[in-house]
């Protein structure tokens, strides 16, 4: 079975400061796809950025990137220039490469920005 | 267009009654899923349907049963309540997954319907 592991509850980052959430994995697949999820009070699921595991090259987004560490299954999400509207819950997931196969989410990460 | 839609938003039962949620998507997405997301927990997969008709157990699907009758509309339904389902449903679609991944493995989440059962 696959699992994600956020080790961080809370988190909290300075206005236009740069923050780092982690995302450890596990799993026996060799090709396969890594999410970060934002959910603001709305509670809706918002798609931050997405990770090929067969790309060597981290994924960018504007302000936001990753730091993908295959050997290490290791899937740590960078926001730059924190704003006040980052706040959230933030979720990584994993998603098998293959027909018929789900997300697996973390336990979310809660990112306070401080004005 | 409206992306992922679900009713209702909120919603009180009592332990024992019975009630559907409507997921409906105009995205002509293939796949839908449904997950509960519980306090301190991320998001798990109850049931999920890879086409008109198909559906599939996921992680949790103990105590719900969907049915997938058209390709836009994706039903959960709760036969007889447990305090133990009270929790936030997320309705999801997306396209099947292609050989080479790309835009067409993203999840489109509906907005969550909050249950409550006393």
């Known amino acids: 079975a696959q699992t994600v592991t956020q080790s961080q509850p809370e988190m909290s980052v300075q206005e236009a400061e740069t923050v780092t959430l982690s995302c450890t994995y596990d799993?026996?697949?060799?090709?396969?796809?890594l999410f970060w999820y934002k959910q603001p009070p709305s509670r809706q699921m918002i798609l931050v950025i997405r990770?090929?595991?067969?790309?060597?090259q981290n994924a960018t987004e504007n302000r936001f990137s990753v730091n993908f560490q295959k050997a290490a299954k290791s899937f740590s999400l960078k926001i730059s220039d924190s704003q006040l509207g980052d706040t959230a819950m933030y979720f990584c997931?994993?998603?098998?490469?293959?027909?018929?196969?789900?997300?697996?989410f973390g336990t979310g990460t809660r990112l306070t920005v401080i004005p | 267009n409206a992306g992922v839609t679900q009713t209702p938003k909120f919603r009180v039962l009592k332990t024992g009654q019975s009630m559907t949620l409507l997921c409906a998507q105009d995205?002509?997405?293939?796949?839908m899923y449904w997950y509960r997301q519980d306090p301190g927990m991320g998001l798990r997969l109850i049931h999920y349907?890879?086409?008109?008709?198909?559906?599939a157990k996921g992680e949790v699907p103990d105590g719900y049963n969907v049915s997938r009758l058209k390709k836009q509309n994706f039903l959960l339904g709760l036969e007889s309540a447990a305090p133990s389902q009270t929790s936030v449903y997320f309705c999801?679609?997306?396209?099947?997954?292609?050989?080479?991944?790309?835009?067409?493995?993203?999840?489109?989440f509906g907005p969550g319907t909050r249950l409550t059962v006393l």
């Open positions: 997931a994993f998603m098998k490469h293959r027909v018929r196969d789900n997300l697996f």
């Open positions: 999801a679609s997306s396209y099947p997954l292609t050989p080479f991944g790309g835009a067409h493995n993203e999840q489109f």
């Open positions: 799993t026996s697949e060799n090709n396969y796809y």
């Open positions: 990770q090929e595991a067969y790309k060597q």
């Open positions: 995205m002509n997405h293939e796949y």
């Open positions: 349907s890879v086409g008109e008709g198909t559906t």
